[in-house]
């Protein structure tokens, strides 16, 4: 509408809108937390301008974008739902997928009635496996029932919680799984067109998702009357451009749109007002990767899954120090003693001193807490939080003022600048731990600003990226107090 | 009824409105730096955060809806401290410098109420400073990063300049330049220095002058919207003009002319003493003097060559209650129906078509309908340019999803959010307009039931306007016949639909029928009578529907009454006989003069000899007046050039009375400062004149509102009217009695005139010149957004740097034809006449036409454009002139 306009002010928003074939060296947290298992690589990594945070490869800290090996996966749950496909190596083509038996779900889905399908998701209590834990049955429900004559369906790949790496093998080993799902949540909801917002980070899986779109629409698996079928449905995929903050949905949609990639108020949720305005569904790549299943097995052999209010299965991530990193499906329920010591196997570089489950904007678990049971409401009882299953285990070599200065640079060069507690309080916060790693310590009296600011991004930031900085430092602070003591005098 | 326990205390409320404005409507004060009632709620500074039913994290108050059974707490200890704490952070950014330099600014008054002075160590950096704008000072350093800015830009005014540039604490705000704001597609309405609650935008003015110690709520002098404005003054001088947050037509907005071009009170060259022209050269003289001589030369010259050799010009510039005195001033005084006014060169032609098809020559709806219509057909208006608010509620409308048909023969900043932009030949407007009707007959697209009850002469117009084919009127316009199709099928089904028109359908040979033509359609869809729809001229000057209704016209007394009809109750109030013979038009005088038959004017607030089409022939009749009378606050160029006696007049920031806006409301004008020397404001000089020839008991008026209790007993219309009641916002004739609310939409059960208004068969006429090999090119004329017509205010303004001159607009390929560069001075020449001014290549119209404005003397653009006129008013064809370009 405003051609007189550029939109270099929009791009100005994202660190890697310009075309870069350098080598990148990942900040993330896992890296960070193996740093002394490659001095030299991270030095790199500290004196490259281009920042990049997550680059996926966290079972091989500290990672560079040239490193090509995969990690382990094993699936230790009792039903293979997630991971079980791929077990023996990527599925990328049609024929593949096919050969497994994939695209048939989505050809009995279309037969369906609307309602059972929705009655189905509902049934298996799945909840959004991105981070919040929203039952994915309401929100299907609640798209199905707007009137709009246009609705989107959206998968968030935007994996950009550092520590995690379970979305991007799904995209790059099992693209069609994410297509077919996709296709049946059209159906659902009564949406034709689809969108994949997927992270420039993982340009393996960039290349992989483009070609099995290319591919399902040469083969009617999506496009016009998609399997024959009167309904039509097809998937766009945008890649991103280098933001953390646009795994958040509204900043995703924002994004996609090609506006500023700001959190938008809520209400309206994206359900009523989403991409262009419309009614869109949005579920992250692993939620996604559940529903062929349900769809197969039906709602209720998935709720017999799991515990407590977490049913089925959840992939976790686990980093590199650990003396077996890698992808794992388990069952909920499983504590995080056992996630520490029988999956990881415990620490190659000595003990643990605590690990961050769902990436670095959570609480962290202290080893007194490993008793915990991986479940939504479990974790968040104690300040912790499932997540996206990333498992980031660090030892006696990162001090927790180390872990906070990163994570709350982390925090500051990702936030949008929309709201004040966070534009302002994560920098704050990060200048002042800045002080206490090099110096050693800050005035005392910085120690209530700390606290009150902490406290101000706690209470009134306007999405998560704020609210989880405060989660973290609350949790440093509470379980590592006598640590932190030196700090402030 | 919601209950809602507030900070312990139980309040009950109608509706569920945010907790923001629960709160303020109860004078609970919170902040919230990144609110403003203009916009949607935003949610970034956080600091409006309250605890709602003791909930485990605070909601903001400005997003958040009031529900029945609500605890609300606003002021916890707990509250404060996140609020300190996040002012704190803003503080550590901000110079203290700006704290002292303006301690009222809202973010500035928060600092200093949490005791937060001491925190602020942010630095004034040079580099985040702009003073590019003649108007507005930029200094980021005291930005706080609220946007009001950005989204005041783009959802108030729709221009979207200013814009957000990278993220988090690196996030920046810069105009759409990416260097300065000069440079930037900045429009300098400055709503976003009227939100930005920090001195990171601030009015230059306040600045040099200081800051306001009075405010005074008036209504603006330039346009016929009719913005209400709040202005500022210290001193006796204005220092600031701000919009009035409730005013209904301009909902707290205001363009560049209104609230910065204010200057011109002050201008070096305003006349402020009365002068008297003898041997040549003008002379300073004592009102008593200059009345004195007026009334002399008046009465002599009637006397000598007869009533019908003296005449009267109104002003649009002036009060309702002014042009009263003038046009009874004519008819008692001097005794004759020789008095017009401005409007017999704008809108004349729309208040004639629509007074006869539907019984009252003024828009029908209101500029609130432009939210509620799904349809706005724009024809021949510029409405960003020459009435920007209303253009600025047009692309808000658009961009909100309305459909936008603009008709236009230029690419006007509306087409850019138009569905269909039908960009037809200049002076081919009836053509299109019936090729529209014709297509909503062919394809069943009536409102029957309307026809049926409302409508009369449908059976006569079918026959007609079948002849009216698409292709037909596409071959003449230049056009598409589907485009045609699809703007009268997004007229007809996408209702209701609104159609709002200008110059560009009145200033033409066929002007009155043009209008007709858009009755016509409004008639068969029904899109009459009903919100969202209508015919709605965008009136050009300030009151000049006020003018004309108040009777400042050659055939017609106040209220719009013929004289016929009105003759007998006007008689008895003024108790002298009204005269009953028609009088001259503006240009009956013109041409009375140039036969020798007219022989004195007096011209009041109006430049005729630099504004009317043909300047030579307005020359020549001048040149043979015995008496010109100006009434001015410059000396304008009819001054200039053949006035003989100057009165000196006192601007409408300096005097009180009413003005009337395009949708008929009434509204006052306030004085804000004092008159400058000697000069007087037009009521009082037309009483010292009565006075002085003899009838001062009809004039013996105390104040304005003494004038408006006359109007009220003479115009029933008008008559619920009081001062009183528009001390609280303007009302909408019909107003006929005290407990009336007003009008917001005529015509809804009958028209004026009766149940039925007659559909009228129009023929087109070709435009009265075409280009041929002497003349290739066809001169269109209008307005620019930072110049209001004559200039005679606005170039004593710094709008002068924003545009400083008249240009031609001309195409990319004609202007390559030519081998002319952007800025190089060409001569036009018509077959009447020929100007002077440079080049400027603007794709905005097409090979083989031209634009120019006519705002400067120095161009004299109107030596150019042409002698025809309407065939039922007499409007001048101002938009089509077949001209050839010459080298300069």
Known sequence: MNGKHSSAHIASFYHLFAENNAEQFCRGTACFAARHTNPDRWAKTESDEQRVYCLGKCFAAPASSSDTGRPKMEVRSREPIVLGPIMDGPIRSVAAYTAQGGYRTVEHALKMPREELLGMVELSGLRGRGGAGFPAGKKWRAVAGQPASQKFVVANADEGDPGAYIDRFLVEDDPHRLIEAMSIAGYAIGGNKGYIYLRKEYPQACLVMEQALDEARRNGLLGDRILGNGFSFDIELV????????????????????????????????????LFGKPTLINNVETFANIPWIVRNGGDAFRRLGFSNSHGTKVLSLNSLFQAPGLYEVDFGIGVRQIVEDLGGGLQTGPIKGVIIGGPLAGIIPPHLFDTRLGFEELAGIGASVGHGGVIAFDGSTSIAELIHHVFDFGAYESCGKCTPCRLGSRSVEQMFRQITGAGHVPIHEQKECVDIVSALAMTSLCGLGTGLAEFARSAMRHYAEELAPCFK | MLQVTIDGRLHEFQQSVSILHALRSLHIDIPALCYDDRMKPFGGCRLCAVQVNRGPRPVMACDTNISGGMTIETHSPELAEWRRSLLRLLARQYPASAIQQSPDKEFHRLIRAYGLEQECSGAALPELMDDSNPYIHVDMSQCISCYRCVRICGEVQGQFVWQVWNRGDATRIR??????????????????????????????????????TDWTRTTCAYCGTGCEMNVGTRGGQIVEIKPALDAPVNHGHLCVKGRYAFDYVRAEDRVTQPMIRSGGAWKAASWEEAIA?????????????????????????????????????????LGTNNIDCCARVCHTPTAAAMKLMLGAGAATNSFDDIETARTILVCGANATENHPIAGARIKQAALRGARLIVIDPRKIELTQYAALHLQLRPGTNVALLNAMACTIVEENLCDLAFLKERVSGFQEFNNFIRSWSAEKAASLCGLEPAEIRAAARAYAMEKPAMCIHGLGVT?????????????????????????????????????????AHMGCDPGILTGSISLRDGHDLFSRVWRTPVPT?????????????ADGRFKALWAIGYDIYLTNANAQATRRALQRLELIVIQDMFLNETAREFGHVFLPAASSFEKTGTFMNAERRIQLVRKAIEPIGASRSDWEIICDLARAMGKGKSFSYSSPEDIWEEIRTVWNAGAGISYKRLESGGLQWPCPAEDHPGTKVLHAIAFSLGTQAALRMIEHRPPSETPNEEYPFILNTGRTLYHFN???????????????????????????????????????????????????????????????????????????????????????????????????
């Open chain 1, 239 to 274: 890649v991103g451009r280098g933001s953390y903050v646009c795994g958040e949905e509204t900043a995703l949609l924002n994004s996609i749109e090609g506006n500023r990639p700001e959190v938008r108020l809520r209400p309206p949720y994206p359900s009523e007002y989403g």
């Open chain 2, 175 to 212: 105009p759409d330049s990416g260097t300065n704001l000069r440079e930037s597609s900045c429009v300098s309405c400055g709503a976003c220095v009227d939100t930005c609650p920090t001195g990171a935008l601030e009015d230059k003015s306040v600045l040099s002058l200081g800051t306001p």
């Open chain 2, 293 to 333: 001589f007026t009334a002399e030369a008046l009465g002599r010259i009637a006397a000598q060559h007869g009533l019908s050799s003296v005449g009267v010009l109104g002003s649009a510039r002036a009060t309702n209650e002014e042009n009263y005195l003038a046009q009874k001033f004519a008819r008692v005084v």
């Open chain 2, 507 to 547: 200033e033409h040979v066929q002007g009155t029928e043009g209008v007709m033509c858009l009755v016509n359609l409004a008639l068969l869809t029904g899109n009459i009578g009903k919100p969202g729809a209508g015919i709605n001229p965008l009136r050009g000057q300030n009151n000049v529907q006020g003018a």
């Open chain 2, 581 to 593: 013979q028609k009088g001259l038009s503006m240009l009956g005088m013109l041409d009375a003069a």
């Open chain 2, 790 to 888: 004559a200039g005679t205010m606005t170039l004593r303004t710094s709008n002068k740097l924003l545009r400083p001159r008249d240009c031609l607009d001309i195409s990319t390929e004609d202007a390559r034809r030519l081998e002319s560069s952007n800025g190089k001075s060409v001569r036009i020449c018509s077959r009447y006449g020929q100007a002077v001014l440079p080049i400027k290549i603007e794709d905005s119209v097409r090979p083989g036409e031209l634009f120019a404005t006519f705002h400067t003397p120095e161009v004299f653009l109107n030596n150019v454009t042409s002698p025809h006129r309407d065939n039922y008013v007499g409007t001048p064809e101002y938009k089509v002139t077949a001209v050839r370009i010459e080298r300069a």
